[in-house]
Each structure stands twice: as C-alpha cells, then as structure tokens.
C-alpha cells in the first residue's frame, strides 16, 4: 500500500519525504450515498510502529521544519507511538517559531493540548469527551471552547461533527 501512495503522489506531481516503517499502511475507505446522504467509513488499522521508527519520525519533521509557518497535525496515532507524540512535535515546531494545528481526538488530544497549540480543532464529541460531559447547547459548546484558551490555544474551532442534528 505504501509503494502505490508513493506511486499516486509522484503521478500528481506532488513532493513527498516519507519515513517507511516495517508495517503495511492501512487502508481507508468511504462510502457515500449521494441519495440518503450518509458516509460510512471503513477503517484498517494502523502497523505496529517501532519506538526507532517513531524517532526516525519526529527527526524527519525536525528536518522539515526550516522554511514552513504551520506544522498540521490530524488523526490518531498508529499502535505503538505513545500518546505523547503529537505534544512532542507541538514543542518542537514552537522552539523553531512555528505555529501548529491539533485535530485529534481521546487521550491524544488530552496529552496533546498540555503543549499548548497554537489552533485546536475538536469536532463537539470531543470537545465534550475532553469538558468530561455532554455539551448540548451553544452556549455550553462556546464555553467549553474559549476554555481551551486555558491550554494556550489562540484558536479554537469546534465543527459540529459528533452532534445530535435535529
């Protein structure tokens, strides 16, 4: 699976820097029904990533890092990379002047955010899971947002993905 990202990267003339790692990439599938108007998501689960491989990693976003205004980081973690990853890589891009973009979820996003990014982007489900109780109306949503000021973020969006729609 790697090698045909690397082939449809080259084939739309994007640049890529990769870090292989010794487990197959997984593979994401989305299901559209233009009709009902609903999505199902079909997700594999990431390899195994070593601690070596991980290292290899965030050296390789160092290295990136000269030249750029934003570091992204998006999704959850592969088994094996500890939740602290994202935080790490928060502290990094800050150390070089670069602001930085948290979109994730669950316990990385707890860990994450002690680093304090620059924008933060919880769908409400997680910014209730993070609040530690349901956010139902605007009010409580906005609340809960500007307090994650508290953790230094200057920016909090919050989509309303995860939301009771009525």
């Given at each position: 699976?790697g090698d045909t990202i690397v082939e ?18 997984r593979l994401c599938i989305k299901i ?50 500890p939740v602290s990853l994202y935080g ?79």
């Amino acid at each position: 699976m790697g090698d045909t990202i690397v082939e449809g990267l080259d084939v739309e003339g994007m640049r890529h820097d990769l870090v292989r790692v010794g487990g197959e990439s997984r593979l994401c599938i989305k299901i559209v029904d233009p009709q009902m108007g609903t999505q199902t998501e079909i997700n594999e689960p990431g390899p195994c990533v070593s601690a070596d491989e991980v290292d290899r990693l965030v050296g390789k976003i160092g290295e990136l890092m000269a030249g750029i205004d934003y570091v992204v980081l998006c999704g959850n973690v592969p088994p094996g990379v500890p939740v602290s990853l994202y935080g790490q890589i928060i502290k990094l891009a800050k150390a070089n002047g670069i602001k930085t973009v948290l979109d994730t979820s669950g316990e990385q996003l707890r860990e994450a955010i002690k680093s304090r990014p620059s924008i933060v982007k919880p769908n409400v489900a997680e910014l209730s899971e993070l609040a530690e109780h349901e956010l139902v109306t605007v009010e409580e949503i906005c609340g809960a947002a500007k307090s994650l000021k508290q953790y230094g973020a200057d920016i909090a969006v919050v989509t309303m993905a995860g939301a009771e729609r009525s």
